[in-house]
């Protein structure tokens, strides 16, 4: 599994029903889940982003439309990178 980090802002909708927020997180790990994106933290955030998530995923494309699915319900928008390990990294700069 490939992984990322998920970079996270609150939209005005969002913020505006923050209280809804830990809801929100369960059903959106819960989605995830269901396409085989595995979760493995949340951090709340000061600074630029609101959030932050660090995710595994068998695809791009499977995380792509996860996410989307997320964004278009308007409570927040994201960033995401794609995050190679440190066994990945070494493979990596080996090549070159």
Sequence with gaps: MAG?????????QGIQNVKEGPKRLKAVKSAFKEKGIRTESFHLTFGRYDFVMIVEADSDEGLASALLSVVSQGNASTETLRAFNEE?????????
């Excluded at 990322?4 to 005005?12: C, D, K």
């Excluded at 990945?88 to 070159?96: D, H, P, Q």
């Design 4 to 12: 990322y980090v998920i970079l996270g802002r609150w939209t005005g």
């Design 88 to 96: 990945e990294y070494r493979a990596i700069v080996k090549g070159i």
